[in-house]
């Protein structure tokens, strides 16, 4: 990864760390994605939760209409990630 994509992610994070209210949230959020991009990524925390519940990949399919591929992700990341194991 190059330097300045580096420091486009820093800068994205510090402004995500910045939002305070639910609201601020929304507004950022809503504002910076398009709604498809907004609903999948509600979608695969919907998913990750679901997952460390217990669900079965066709329960959330159902559930959330997620594609296969993203939930196969999804459980790698909870498996051998960081991120969602902290969150989730």
Not at 56 to 78: C, F, G, H, N, P
């Amino acid at each position: 990864m190059s330097d300045d994509v580096k420091k486009y992610y820093s800068e994205l994070y510090k402004v995500i760390l910045s939002l305070q209210t639910e609201k601020d949230c929304e507004e950022f959020f809503t504002d910076l994605l398009t709604m498809k991009e907004l609903d999948s990524l509600a979608q695969r925390v919907t998913a990750g939760k679901l997952l460390k519940k217990g669900e079965t990949y066709e329960q959330i399919i159902s559930k959330t209409d997620i594609s296969s591929a993203t939930l196969s992700r999804i459980s790698r990341s909870l498996k051998y990630g960081t991120g969602y194991k902290k969150f989730l």
